[in-house]
């Protein structure tokens, strides 16, 4: 993998209007952008506000109403992955939404698991099933999911995010909103484990291996 920068935005929980997620998903992109981040991502339905108290997900927002993400990405010369619900199989499911500088609108994708992203950063394979037993592209140098999970779900989330971490030797980048965001290296090592709270986690990908960091969000 090259020398590139990483980082999951520990979005917490939050009730307030889609205009305001948006303000708020450009101030973890700015805080990204000020660590020289080529890339960030948000837990699951991040521009709902990490939160669903109906049984079923509403449509997704316009996409006129995701431009400011569109225009930040290209600003900051920054891949964005925020979660909204997306349409798949004539019902609204989880989904991701993927932001490129060389991107003239917003990629859609539902998934329930993540995306394996190779180094170039223009190759999304986006995962449905149970990662570990998929087929990993060689060319893959990063697996990112976005979460938004408390225990004990999220303890066997990260167990298995870090087997699968270490079976296939790639980096994993988890972003949960209710804290524990994380990264691993390609040995299934922990790089670095966030708290509780609204931050940014980075991670460093050098000769000498990774390096993280917590950045609280200001």
Not at 27 to 53: H, K, M, W, Y
Not at 129 to 150: H, K, N, R, W, Y
Not at 164 to 187: C, P, Q, T, Y
Request: glycine share 6%.
């Amino acid at each position: 993998m090259s020398h590139w920068k990483i980082a999951a935005a520990q979005y917490e929980p939050l009730k307030t209007t889609f205009k305001e997620h948006i303000a708020h998903h450009l101030d973890f992109i700015n805080a990204a952008a000020r660590q020289q981040c080529e890339l960030l991502v948000f837990p699951s339905l991040s521009l709902l506000g990490c939160t669903n108290d109906n049984p079923s997900l509403p449509a997704p927002p316009d996409i006129s109403l995701l431009q400011p993400l569109l225009f930040a990405a290209a600003t900051h010369r920054m891949v964005i992955i925020a979660g909204l619900p997306v349409e798949h199989n004539n019902r609204f499911v989880k989904g991701i939404a993927v932001f490129a500088p060389w991107m003239n609108a917003p990629r859609m994708f539902h998934q329930s698991h993540g995306a394996c992203l190779c180094k170039d950063l223009h190759t999304i394979n986006v995962v449905d099933e149970q990662p570990e037993g998929i087929d990993m592209d060689p060319a893959c140098s990063l697996f990112t999911t976005s979460q938004s999970v408390c225990e004990p779900e999220l303890l066997n989330s990260t167990s298995r995010l870090q087997y699968f971490s270490h079976k296939f030797a790639i980096a994993v980048l988890m972003a949960n909103a209710r804290g524990n965001s994380a990264l691993w290296d390609e040995n299934g090592q922990l790089v670095v484990r966030a708290d509780r709270g609204s931050l940014l986690l980075t991670g460093q990908r050098t000769s000498q291996g990774w390096q993280g960091d917590i950045i609280p969000l200001r």
